[in-house]
């Protein structure tokens, strides 16, 4: 093998050497030609260069990443565990490549996933040769690259070169166009669906008239029909979506073979970072352009695949071997980043995955600290404590250096998630940033919801009413809006009086004037309940995004975003809950917004788990390992194990971000749509090794705080953790009082009555003291934590019917209640 390399680089060290000789003649120590040549056949090529002239991009690289980084010529795989250096060593062999004059650097093609990814990649070089990374024009994420082949050879594909790249809404719009062309129900095939089939299908490269007949059942059987009028009308258009930029690309290659033998020349060296997580459509693209001089060199790591509900194929990294039959396979295994807890840690839990090639990580790191595992009670609880751990870290006081705010990172398995710490940290001043995404009060089906809460509360905010009369559509498109704008200049009027107007003038007639009636009147009910204040401020949200049709909308949108949007929402009505009324509310949320921008400091990074591939930080925090959300129940419902292996990996990648501190968090009560809802810890705890793990209990978490409670509760209490402490692994295990409620999906209520509560080695436990059914009598008096005091109308098995005094009546499950002896 060894030697392989040697002569592969052969001429690039004897250049090496020759160069230092000089360098060392003109110092008077020169050494003789055959000295020279004793020194490359006795030592090795690359241990004599080095010794004598060591390029700085080699420097500190173990022997394995070298061979990965020297073995220029033919296929290459780096298959290797996560940390191990594969970045790093794939950025050096693109300074090598160039170094050695083997390729100019507009002559390499590297792709990486992320724009983040291809800026540090670029750095990294620039780091090692200076400017001439700026002369990497092929450096940067598929779809740049692709972006920019398409744009040279549009014609091919049938656009011109300026054709436009569509965004969501364009291409929704269009999808909708063409759905009622076909006379489709739109209500039942809605456009995000189609949007969302079109791209799955990109994805696998799949061209409308590759699309096989069992796939095209959908639409009513139009499915296939939909995709090639939408085609048809983007050329039409001089436009692409995302998908296309791909596809086109792939089309003209296989179309025009002079054109790919161009491109099989230019690219003398293809590089690809995160290689496991290429869809097919990548993949038939990268191999189209390796296959002639078939120098393509490919990092990743099986066990870090995250994408595949995205279309991603591992199989693409297990099959490289059999594409380029002569690969040379690196497998890299020293770990460089984490502790070796850390490490440990994530290695033992992704074991239990079965679906893997398995390698065994190991580090020279002696550095203690173990993986630490707490328990909250709640979302607002877990914010607290990460909050005074961050800024602890970052003063210092945890008997550490101190980990500067932006090399500290929260990984979030839901966006939804982020909005319990956006709220924190503005409440004590902690600078964060939100990355690969908008802060939570950001998103757009936030503002959206907020605009409706505005105009309901303040019928001239005319912007909060232009945002939503369309959203969702109405029929009220931009024709309508522009006339209600011109008469509200006209006439000096807030838009929602125009809106009046205009239906009384008859500005608007027909459908529009229907819709626009049913809008105002709505509004116009939603002020008056509001003004009333009888009704809890959640409840009317919760109403106005319902009778809008706002929740509707994504509940019929089946895009892969909506789930996390309607998750949004919940959470925005779970915020609400903490505020007396409407108004409190959005006082509250302009005060967040206007928290906006902090330039020139560092910052504390909120991401999700997604977003951190191939980062690291000093200091990680994983809040929110509990089942159903992590894993998440979506996953486990829609893919079985294969999801739970996917969600498995993403918990790899969270924990293998971590350099030094890696926190784990979850929580014994979520609130979900004001509902508390027990929550059970993550079944990943399971596959934590214990010897890594570190159970603390925060201080807000004891005895004391949950005084006079039942046996459920006081489990979760200090004694439980001090023993889980002692020994991790045999707590006892607890079975969980089964408090699912209508809001949990059924998967979750379906676990929550199997097994894996009696894995579960943590318990878990109901918010309040519990009333059996059988403790209620109709009459009685109870008390309940959000709707305080009422009386028992009537008990269906364990639900009862309330008539709250302040919430009027209700019907809750009895284990939320407290009733006789234990009211508070
Ligand atoms: P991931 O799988 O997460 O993408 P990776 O395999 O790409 O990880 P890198 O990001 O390249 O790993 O490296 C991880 C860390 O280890 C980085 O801080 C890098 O600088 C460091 N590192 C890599 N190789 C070495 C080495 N030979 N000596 C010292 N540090 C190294
Ligand atoms: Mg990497």
């Excluded at 189209?288 to 591992?314: F, H, P, T």
């Excluded at 009598?777 to 005094?805: L, N, P, R, S, W």
């Amino acid at each position: 093998m060894l030697k392989a390399i040697c002569s592969s680089t052969k001429s690039f060290y004897r250049m090496v050497l020759m160069q230092n000789e000089s360098e060392k003649k003109n110092l008077g120590t020169g050494v003789s030609n055959n000295l020279l040549d004793n020194e490359l056949n006795t030592t090795g090529l690359a241990a004599a260069a080095m010794r004598h002239l060591q390029p700085s991009y080699l420097e500190g690289l173990n022997e394995m990443q070298q061979q990965g980084v020297l073995n220029l010529d033919g296929p290459v795989l780096m298959l290797a565990g996560a940390g191990t250096g594969k970045t790093r060593a794939l950025t050096a062999r693109i300074a090598h490549i160039i170094n050695s004059g083997k390729a100019k650097p507009n002559q390499i093609l590297a792709v990486t996933f992320t724009n983040k990814a291809a800026i540090e990649m670029k750095a990294r070089i620039s780091l090692f040769l200076g400017d001439v990374v700026e002369g990497m024009p092929w450096l940067g994420t598929f779809h740049s690259i692709c972006s920019k082949m398409l744009r040279i050879n549009a014609e091919i594909a049938g656009l011109n070169s300026d054709f436009t790249i569509l965004d969501v809404d364009d291409q929704l719009r269009l999808l909708k166009q063409l759905i009622r062309l076909e006379k489709i129900d739109e209500k039942r095939w809605p456009p995000r669906s189609l949007a969302h089939i079109i791209d799955n299908w990109k994805n696998r490269a799949l061209s409308p008239e590759k699309v096989s007949d069992t796939d095209s059942n959908l639409f009513d059987g139009n499915a296939v029909k939909l995709y090639t009028m939408y085609q048809d009308r983007l050329k039409t258009l001089n436009a692409v979506d995302f998908g296309d930029l791909l596809l086109h690309v792939l089309y003209i290659l296989q179309k025009d073979a002079g054109l790919l033998e161009k491109y099989q020349s230019t690219f003398k060296y293809i590089l690809v970072d995160e290689y496991q997580d290429t869809n097919v459509a990548q993949y038939l693209w990268l191999r189209l352009l390796a296959q002639k001089k078939k120098n393509i060199c490919c990092v990743g790591d099986d066990d870090q695949s995250i994408y595949g509900w995205r279309g991603a194929e591992v199989g693409n990294i297990l099959r490289f071997e059999k594409d380029f039959p002569d690969a040379k396979v690196f497998r890299l295994e020293q770990n460089y980043r984490s502790n070796k807890h850390i490490l440990s840690a994530a290695s033992n839990l992704i074991k239990a995955n079965s679906s893997r090639l398995g390698k065994t990580l190991w580090t020279e790191s002696k550095k203690e600290g173990k993986v630490r595992l707490v328990g909250h009670w709640n979302g607002e609880e877990e914010a607290r404590w990460i909050g005074e751990e961050i800024e602890a870290l970052a003063r210092g006081t945890r008997g550490y250096d101190p980990v500067p705010l932006d090399e500290q990172v929260i990984l979030v398995r839901a966006s939804f998630q982020m909005r319990a710490f956006e709220e924190r940290f503005v409440s004590i001043g902690l600078p964060y940033e939100v990355i690969g995404g908008p802060r939570f009060y950001e998103r757009l089906e936030i503002r959206d919801a907020i605009a409706y809460l505005r105009i309901a509360t303040s019928p001239t905010d005319s912007l909060a009413f232009e945002r939503i009369i369309n959203t969702p559509k109405r029929g009220l498109g931009e024709r309508t809006v522009q006339e209600l704008n011109k008469k509200s200049r006209e006439k000096n009027l807030p838009l929602l009086k125009s809106a009046r107007l205009a239906i009384s003038d008859g500005t608007v007639v027909g459908k529009g004037k229907y819709e626009l009636t049913q809008l105002l009147d709505k509004i116009d009910l939603w002020k008056k309940i509001i003004s009333e204040d009888e009704k809890p401020p959640f409840e009317i949200a919760a109403s106005i995004l319902d009778e809008s049709g706002y929740t509707e909308m994504w509940k019929n949108d089946n895009s892969p975003t909506s789930p996390g949007r309607l998750d949004n929402l919940k959470e925005l009505i779970d915020a609400i809950k903490d505020f007396d009324n409407i108004p409190g509310f959005l006082e509250h949320i302009s005060l967040m917004m206007e928290n906006e921008r902090q330039d020139g400091i560092a910052k504390l990074k909120i991401m999700t788990l997604h977003a951190a591939k191939g980062l690291e930080f000093f200091a990680v925090f994983l809040p929110g390992w509990e089942d159903g959300l992590f894993p998440s129940q979506r996953s486990l419902d829609e893919t079985g194990l294969k999801g739970l292996e996917e969600e498995r990996r993403l918990a790899y990648v969270g924990i293998t971000r971590a350099i030094q501190h890696c926190t784990i968090s979850f929580t014994a009560n979520r609130r979900i749509y004001n509902n508390w809802q027990s929550a059970i810890p993550s079944r990943f705890l399971d596959n934590l090794s214990k010897e890594d793990v570190e159970v603390i209990v925060p201080p807000t978490l004891n005895q004391s705080r949950f005084a006079g409670n039942d046996r459920n509760v006081s489990r979760f209490g200090s004694q439980e953790f001090n023993k889980a402490d002692n020994d991790f692994n045999s707590t006892p295990k607890i079975v969980v009082k089964n408090t699912v409620d209508k809001y949990q999906s059924p998967g979750l209520r379906r676990m929550a009555t199997t097994n894996h509560l009696e894995r579960s080695n943590i318990s878990s436990k109901v918010p309040l003291n519990q009333a059996t059914p059988s403790d209620l009598e109709i009459g009685e008096k109870v008390f309940h934590q959000k709707f305080g005091y009422g009386k028992v109308k009537d008990i269906d098995h364990d639900t009862a019917t309330i008539e709250f005094k302040k919430a009027g009546l209700k019907k809750v499950k009895s284990g939320y209640l407290l009733s006789k002896g234990k009211l508070p």
